[in-house]
C-alpha cells in the first residue's frame, strides 16, 4: 500500500464521527489494547502526498493547543508515520464490522 492509497481513509483509535462516513471515508477501528506492539507516533497526524506531516498537539483538557499544528517535510519523519499508519490499517477492523466490548 503506498501513501496514493491512504486517501479518504481514517484509522480511528478510540472514537470517530458520523462526518468522516458520511463524507466517503473508509473508517477502521483500531483499539488502544490491541497497539501496544505499534510504534506509533505519539500524537495525531495527518499525511500529505507522501511528502509532509501535520501533527496536532492537544492540551491537557484535549484541546488543540495555541501552537498546536507542527507540519514536518523531513521525509524519514513523513516515512515513520507513513509506515505507522499503515500497521494500524492493516490490523484495524472495517467500521461496518467492529462491534465494541
Request: proline share 5%; aromatic share 12%.
Amino acid at each position: 500500500m503506498t501513501l496514493a492509497d491512504l486517501r479518504g481513509k481514517c484509522v480511528v483509535v478510540d472514537f470517530c464521527t458520523f462526518t468522516n462516513i458520511a463524507a466517503g471515508e473508509l473508517v477502521r477501528w483500531l483499539p488502544r489494547r490491541q497497539t501496544t506492539d505499534l510504534a506509533l507516533p505519539g500524537t495525531d497526524f495527518w499525511l500529505f502526498d507522501s511528502a509532509q506531516a501535520l501533527f496536532h498537539h492537544f492540551t491537557g483538557n484535549g484541546q488543540l493547543d495555541q501552537d498546536g499544528r507542527e507540519y514536518a517535510d523531513d521525509p524519514e519523519r513523513v516515512k515513520l508515520c507513513a509506515g505507522a499508519f499503515e500497521a494500524a490499517w492493516q490490523r484495524a477492523v472495517p467500521h461496518e464490522e467492529y462491534r465494541p466490548r
